[in-house]
């Protein structure tokens, strides 16, 4: 059974780190699109960050994030990170862990420009309160 683990969320000041962790099991990480997801108060999820499957290392990031947020994956441990360095306010949400097959797709924008539709597989999400 295919089942993905976030862990890590927590409570930091504005301006401090957090890395959460993605934990895959039923399947091997490097062979699917892995991305990273918030949801604020509401019913979006926006997509924050994607890393590439079929063993690529590449990756993608919307621009709410991009210099701030890294995303990675340890292919031994079978876990995709995300390092939030420079915290704000703004991004306090639920952050979920979601994969796709790669499919004949050869990059996780493909997927990830389709927003959260895009994603088949999902956690259950941790939770990131940034406040002072």
């Known amino acids: 059974q295919l089942q993905l683990v976030e862990s890590g969320g927590g409570l930091v000041q504005p301006g401090g780190s957090l890395r959460l962790s993605c934990s895959a099991s039923?399947?091997?990480?490097?062979?699917?699109?892995m991305a990273w997801f918030r949801q604020a108060p509401g019913p979006a999820r926006k997509e924050l960050a994607c890393?590439?499957?079929?063993?690529?290392?590449?990756?993608d990031y919307s621009e709410l994030v991009k210099g701030r947020f890294t995303i990675s994956r340890d292919d031994a441990k079978n876990t995709v990170y995300l390092q939030m360095n420079n915290l704000k306010s703004d991004d306090t949400g639920i952050y979920y862990c979601?994969?796709?097959?790669?499919?004949?797709?050869?990059?996780?924008?493909?997927?990830?420009?389709?927003?959260?539709?895009?994603?088949?597989?999902w956690g259950k999400g941790t939770p990131v309160n940034v406040s002072s």
């Open positions: 979601a994969g796709q097959p790669m499919g004949t797709q050869t990059t996780c924008g493909a997927y990830m420009g389709r927003g959260s539709g895009g994603f088949s597989y």
């Open positions: 890393i590439d499957g079929n063993r690529g290392h590449g990756t």
């Open positions: 039923g399947f091997t990480v490097d062979r699917f699109a």
